[in-house]
């Protein structure tokens, strides 16, 4: 708790808004995406399957492989206290439906489905894309792809098993986005970042979650942003981006959301 505390006020007197931006490619980003005020129609969708969830009074049994939950001490959960305690806030769902439609990515990976808001929200952002999700729970797994089918999103392919096991199939693929939100472990999070570094072009972004969950967090996000590859990252405390162009100079960018 001290250290969420210590890291928040950190990140408030670093942080700026679109005005402390004198790149083009990030200011149209922060200015028509990040802080894209616009009610999308979409977005009746992403309340109603997360009202749905929050409804669902059904417990399943969680095969925990990351850093484990700061909210339960049981590994025997119900749907909607996942969906109140741990899954994707109703904030973060909109932005990742308007990342994927502002940047168009049309091939997506994500690293930890859970209750599958955030895989429905970038299924919406963008309807032809061809989204590949990984959750290492059997349970929540099985579950999420019921609904999945019960809505109506056919463009997730979701996958079950450990990631590192997984992603060796997918290697050989190209991402334009990758979100990673699966295992919030300094170590873990090191090892997914160089195994997909393969994956990304020029335009790929790579969207990390939970920066500041811990110490060992914010050290992975200061060595990732450090990769002779990355070129520009933008620090919104709660997720960190991460970007390959090759046409920018090196520069980190900390923006209020």
């Known amino acids: 708790m001290l250290y969420a505390i210590t890291s928040y006020i950190s ?3 670093k942080s700026t808004n679109q005005h402390g931006v004198h ?3 990030v200011y149209n980003f922060v200015t028509k995406c990040l802080y894209d005020k616009k009610k999308y129609d979409s977005y009746v969708f992403l309340k109603k399957y997360r009202i749905a969830l929050l409804n669902n009074k059904s417990s399943i049994e ?4 990351g850093a484990g939950s700061k909210k339960f001490n049981t590994n025997k959960r119900q749907i909607n206290k996942l969906a109140k305690n741990v899954g994707t806030t109703s904030k973060r769902a909109k932005l990742l439906f308007r ?3 502002y940047f168009k990515s049309n091939t997506i990976l994500e690293l930890g489905t859970s209750l599958g808001i955030a895989t ?4 919406l952002g963008n309807p032809k894309a061809q989204i590949t999700t990984i959750e290492g729970c059997p349970n929540l797994n099985s579950f999420t792809k019921k609904q999945f089918k019960q809505n109506q999103l056919k463009n997730i392919n979701a996958l079950n098993g450990n990631f590192s096991d997984v992603l060796n199939n997918l290697t050989n693929n190209s991402y334009d986005l990758i979100f990673f939100d699966g295992n919030h472990q300094k170590e873990a999070t090191l090892n997914y ?3 997909l570094l393969t994956t990304a072009h020029n335009d790929s972004v790579f969207v990390f979650d939970d920066i500041y969950w811990s110490k060992d967090m914010t050290e992975a996000w200061e060595t990732i942003k450090q990769h002779p590859k990355v070129t520009v990252t933008i620090d919104t405390y709660f997720w960190g981006f991460v970007f390959f162009r090759k046409e920018q ?3 980190h960018f900390t923006i209020r959301v």
């Open 193 to 195: 970042f160089e195994k």
């Open 23 to 25: 790149s083009p490619f």
């Open 62 to 65: 969680i095969t925990d492989f």
């Open 249 to 251: 100079q090196k520069e």
């Open 11 to 13: 990140f408030l007197l």
């Open 99 to 101: 990342l994927t439609s």
């Open 120 to 123: 429905q929200a970038m299924s």
